[in-house]
């Protein structure tokens, strides 16, 4: 048996149960991790109340990334034995438990520096803003970076990774402390949403040229700035409305402005491009074995706080990442 937080009805998070179930058996080309850390993420909280792009079946454990130690590997796999620390990506969700099964291709050997709060932390915030800056913006040495949100967890990695990647990183954020968090992880500069104007910093900032790429995890009302804040070439790399509403944008500006809107979605690129996004996060797992990024551990708690973890970020309160153990 194993303890798990399960969703048994769509609804506010602190719906989550703790119960105990049996553990899942890997089926061919799967492992089963014995789970030692599992990031959380804002998709999570959308998903448990029936709000995310896909509704799994109930009851469901939710969760998409962890990190742990391989207990048994299914047929066909040849990459992995029982005691190899990893981390993973779960398609089908289910992390937030003591043990589950991912197709082996979803997972990645430890390199021996990394711990597992850190590692269970890495994929999904740092995947998405990999995949990002570097397939979908295109972002390239001494380009100007704008990332909203930028002490969250999508927001903090763009920054850490637009930073290593060469790029001049200006970071957005609502209060004076997550700014200090967001210099501290690698932005040139900070700009506070709450006070200032984004679109009058962004020009005074870049000598009126504006922004080269905008990586923005939050939409609503920023949205209206951010629309005049790109420069010639630019690209507005849409990743997600934690705002809570949708912008509506008025096609005319990307076509005066010569900019450029671009979707991104970590989930479907992961599976409609596993090659490159094996590639992605094996470099990712390189760049974290040596520093060059790092997930900012929020909070670890156990993982029956679950649903205060969610609660904090629905709250807007976290800076970087929290991990639950299980
Ligand atoms: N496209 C993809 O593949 C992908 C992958 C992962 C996540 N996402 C999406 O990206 C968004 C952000 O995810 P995340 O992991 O970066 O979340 P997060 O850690 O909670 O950070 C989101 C940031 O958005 C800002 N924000 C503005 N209004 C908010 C509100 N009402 N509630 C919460 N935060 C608010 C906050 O920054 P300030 O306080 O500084 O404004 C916060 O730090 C979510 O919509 C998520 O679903 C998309």
Known sequence: MMDAMVCEQYGPVKNLKHRQLTKPTPGPGEIRVRVS???????????????YQVKPELPFIPGIECAGTVDAVGERVSDFSPGDRVAAMSPRFGTYAAAVTVPASH??????????????????????????????????????????????????????????????????????????????????????TSEDDIREAVKSLTGGAGADVIFDPVGGTLAGSLSRSLGWNGRWLIIGFADGEIPQLPLNLPLVKGYSVVGVFWGSFCENEPAQAQANHQQLFNMAAVGTVQPRLHAVMPLTQAANALETIQQRLVQGKIVLEP
Request: with cysteine; aromatic share 4%.
């Open 37 to 51: 850390a599992v990031g959380v993420n804002f998709p999570d909280a959308l998903l448990v109340q029936g709000l």
């Open 107 to 192: 997972a990645y050997p430890l390199p021996p520096t990394l711990e597992f709060a850190q590692a269970g932390a890495l994929l999904c915030a740092h995947g998405t803003a990999y995949h990002a800056l570097v397939q979908r913006g295109a972002l390239q040495t001494g380009e100007t970076l704008l990332v909203t949100g930028a002490a969250g967890g999508t927001g903090l990695a763009a920054v850490q990774i637009g930073h290593a990647l060469g790029a001049r990183v200006i970071a957005a954020c609502s209060t004076q402390e997550k700014m200090d968090t967001a210099r501290q992880h690698g932005a040139d500069v900070a700009i506070n």
